[in-house]
Nanobody
Framework: QVQLVESGGGLVQAGDSLRLSCAASGLTFRSYAMGWFRQAPGKEREFVGNINWSGDTTVTVDSVKGRFTISRDNAKNTVYLQMNTLRPEDTAVYYC???????????????WGQGTQVTVSS
């Protein structure tokens, strides 16, 4: 069965950095694009960015562009979200997800992790 397990969340101060990891199992990882989403309390889950199967194409939304970087290691079946210069508005539960296609919508992703909490204090 497919499992995506996020780790690396926590409580940090504004301006700090965190690196989230998402370890995948039960699927042919290199065949999937991977996405990162986040959901703040009372808000809908939103797209943060994605990376194609080989890692040579990444997309991030404007609100995190220049601060967040997505990468992957297919040998380790892991995708990463490096978050720098964190802001209080980045506070959310962060999810990784897998899709055969490089998409930006929640509905486009077949498999999801359980999420990891990121809290940024001002």
């Amino acid at each position: 069965q497919v499992q995506l397990v996020e780790s690396g969340g926590g409580l940090v101060q504004a301006g700090d950095s965190l690196r989230l990891s998402c370890a995948a199992s039960g699927l042919t990882f290199r065949s999937y694009a991977m996405g990162w989403f986040r959901q703040a309390p009372g808000k809908e889950r939103e797209f943060v960015g994605n990376i194609n199967w080989s890692g040579d194409t990444t997309v991030t939304v404007d609100s995190v562009k220049g601060r967040f970087t997505i990468s992957r290691d297919n040998a380790k079946n892991t995708v990463y979200l490096q978050m720098n210069t964190l802001r209080p508005e980045d506070t959310a539960v962060y999810y990784c997800a897998a899709s055969p296609f490089l998409l930006r919508t929640v509905a486009g992703y077949h498999y999801w992790g359980q999420g990891t909490q990121v809290t940024v204090s001002s």
